[in-house]
């Protein structure tokens, strides 16, 4: 039993920044990937940066060297900081985890990146 809840997503101007939170809560035991994802309207949700088993990082290409994954232990506390924001990156970005071959997800925060 794991609940992800994500915040920080708001509006931005192209160049902007941001830094979402998702604060997992319940039984975790042994996560084994969690991260976040997007999707944008009318397309599919994609990966963005996620950790991996023995605390490896994995980004998709369009955020490398944009977008930073962080996380605090004690807090139980995942961020995505989020820079150089570009219109492409407009999505809702959800928060996963995987334990024991389970799948969780927020409920999502809103990112939009206008002028």
């Known amino acids: 039993q794991v609940q992800l809840v994500e915040s920080g997503g708001g509006l931005v101007q192209p160049g902007g920044s941001l830094r979402l939170s998702c604060v997992a809560s319940?039984?975790?035991?042994?996560?084994?990937?969690m991260g976040w994802y997007r999707q944008a309207p009318g397309k599919q949700r994609d990966l963005v940066a996620t950790?991996?088993?023995?605390?490896?990082?994995n980004y998709a290409d369009s955020v490398k060297d944009r977008f930073t994954i962080s996380r605090d232990y004690v807090k139980r506390i995942v961020y995505l900081e989020m820079k150089s924001l570009k219109p492409e990156d407009t999505a809702v970005y959800y928060c996963?985890?995987?334990?024991?071959?389970?799948?969780?997800w927020g409920q999502g925060t809103q990112v939009i990146v206008s002028s």
């Open positions: 996963n985890a995987a334990q024991w071959g389970m799948e969780y």
């Open positions: 950790f991996v088993s023995g605390g490896r990082t």
């Open positions: 319940g039984t975790i035991t042994s996560i084994n990937r």
